[in-house]
């Protein structure tokens, strides 16, 4: 659901493409969610993940608790955005754009248990 959250937000925000991408960093997996959007003003990137806060008439609940959500894994959650998204690649087809916003979850990856030799 958080996932789903991240991306309507971005396509409420007027952004004509969204790319999710996933990746392993070390021992974690890393989650981007990336838009083509105009992005956001400092002043509203600084205040994004306040409860209540919107650019919109909207609760502005929805932000937090993608970040509840994230944090009750062992996630840990980074919003960057306008000339501040180095961590997406431009297209090939188009130019290098410094527009748009990036959501990025980085969620460690538990290590695996070992299996009981001995049947049951």
Do not use: Y
Request: hydrophobic share 40%.
């Amino acid at each position: 659901r958080a996932l789903v959250n991240l991306v309507d937000n971005a396509l409420d925000a007027g952004a004509s493409r969204v790319t999710v991408s996933f990746s392993r960093e070390g021992d974690s997996l890393a989650v981007s969610v990336a838009d083509d959007g105009e992005g956001m003003s400092e002043r509203d990137l600084a205040h994004c993940c306040e409860a209540g806060f919107s650019t919109r008439s909207s609760t502005g609940l929805g932000l937090p608790f993608v970040i509840a959500v994230i944090r009750e894994h062992g996630a840990a959650f980074s919003i960057s955005s306008a000339a501040d998204t180095q961590l997406r690649p431009a297209p090939a087809s188009r130019k290098a754009s410094r527009r748009g916003t990036v959501c990025r979850i980085l969620l460690p990856i538990p290590e695996e248990e070992e299996a009981d030799d001995e049947p049951e």
